[in-house]
């Protein structure tokens, strides 16, 4: 089995920063795809970012420019780095990654359980 750990979130004023992290553990082989969501009260999840085994990048405009995905493939880990932080960016936010596990010949999608960001004054 393969989990996601995520970490990170809190409460931040509007203008702050914050960074996200998270790991992937498990029978794990390689890591592909990984992103960040977020659902925010009210709405659909969406997606924010994310980035490929060879580090492309894509982001939703609503955060361009003020958000920076990034990971790290020797830890399996995905970060968001998140700056400039405006209410409307107040939501749980999900790890997201495309794994092949050891002895298996398909990669699975996993989901971490999501952790909480707040951006208010």
């Known amino acids: 089995q393969v989990q996601l750990v995520e970490s990170g979130g809190g409460l931040v004023q509007p203008g702050g920063s914050l960074r996200l992290s998270c790991a992937a553990s498990?029978?794990?082989?390689?890591?592909?795809?990984m992103g960040w969501y977020r659902r925010a009260p009210g709405k659909q999840r969406e997606l924010v970012a994310s980035?490929?085994?060879?580090?492309?990048?894509n982001y939703v405009d609503a955060v361009k420019g003020r958000f920076t995905i990034s990971r790290d493939n020797a830890k399996n880990a995905v970060y968001l780095q998140m700056n400039s932080l405006k209410p409307e960016d107040t939501a749980v936010y999900y790890c997201?990654?495309?794994?092949?596990?050891?002895?298996?010949?398909?990669?699975?999608?996993?989901w971490g359980q999501g952790t909480q960001v707040t951006v208010s004054s």
């Open positions: 980035i490929t085994e060879g580090r492309s990048t």
């Open positions: 997201n990654a495309d794994v092949l596990q050891k002895l298996s010949i398909m990669t699975q999608n996993y």
């Open positions: 498990g029978n794990i082989f390689s890591v592909y795809a």
